[in-house]
């Protein structure tokens, strides 16, 4: 019975995600942004945002995975089904408190709603960050196929979350009108460099494998999105943001590399059936 609740919550807020992030509307496009509105300069670039596609996709593509026969009696399911659940829960519950929050500058704007998200943005990484530590756990028990379908999927997720709950802060803290000029800029320097020590300890954390590669992408393409975006008004978030990518993909080579090839590519590990 327990098993059929957990099965049957993934794939119900899976489904919930994709219809409830239609309530964001414009909500993340930042040229829908009134000009009266102070500059987020944490904020990516708005097409950095199509990453939530991504997401969602492959939030389905687990959870139908985790729902076929063969997988109901998985350990690994067991252990991350509830978390991410939790998080689909959550992300649904974000979209639509986003959406109901409306833009900054505009007469619908609703700051008490934009500081609510943090509040829930704080779970959704807590819960990811748990399934993350499992599947540091059981990394010699995950297959080729749960790489592709579980791990690199919750990942990319996670990763995004990384980089979104400071932005998410930066978005509140300008929604009570903290701005943090003159020195805005630098200040969104400084979480730049915090972002990037984060990240970094993440990277050493994790067992090295194609969910690596995975989070140290999403934390490129986020911090290249801030770059494109601050790109004709701040030079050091440009040169900050390049020093960050550069840090982030060289640790990752370098963590991955440190690792022991036969083990990484063991057959009866990453190729085994489900």
């Known amino acids: 019975m327990r098993n059929r609740v957990r099965i049957f919550s ?3 807020f899976a489904v919930l995600d994709i219809v409830s992030s239609f309530a964001l509307g414009n909500r993340l ?3 829908q942004t009134p000009s009266s509105a102070p500059i987020a300069y944490f904020l990516p670039f ?3 945002f199509a990453i939530w596609g991504i997401i969602f996709s492959s939030a389905l593509v687990y959870a139908v ?5 063969a997988q109901h009696d998985r350990v690994l399911h067991k252990r991350i089904g509830g978390w991410i659940a939790l998080n689909a829960a959550l992300t649904a519950l974000w979209n639509v408190t986003a959406g109901q929050a409306g833009n900054q500058g505009t007469t619908d704007f609703r700051p008490v709603l934009v500081v609510l998200t943090v509040v829930i943005l704080a779970g959704m990484l807590f819960s ?3 399934v993350f530590i499992i599947f540091r756990e059981m990394d010699a028990e995950i297959t080729r196929r749960d790489r592709w379908l579980v791990q690199i999927p919750v990942t990319i997720f996670f990763a ?3 980089v979104a709950a400071i932005a998410n802060t930066t978005a509140a ?4 009108n903290f701005t943090g000029e003159p020195n805005g800029a630098l200040w969104a320097v400084a979480m730049l460099i915090v972002a990037t020590v984060l990240a970094t300890l993440m990277i050493l954390y994790s067992r090295p494998n ?3 590669i995975a989070y140290s992408s999403v934390i490129v393409w986020a911090v290249i999105g801030i770059l494109i975006n601050n790109s004709s008004r701040s030079m050091p978030i440009v040169i900050t943001s390049i020093l960050s990518s550069i840090i982030v993909i060289v640790v990752t080579i370098y963590h991955m590399r440190r690792s022991d090839p036969e083990q990484r590519l063991q057959p009866h590990v990453l190729g085994r059936a489900s």
Not at 65 to 69: D, E, H, I, S
Not at 173 to 176: G, I, K, V
């Open 210 to 212: 194609a969910g690596t």
């Open 29 to 31: 496009d930042q040229d």
């Open 65 to 69: 995975y985790q729902a076929l026969p």
């Open 160 to 162: 995004w979350l990384n």
């Open 128 to 130: 990811l960050t748990r």
């Open 173 to 176: 803290l300008l929604a009570l």
């Open 46 to 48: 708005s097409l950095t």
């Open 10 to 12: 993934v794939l119900l």
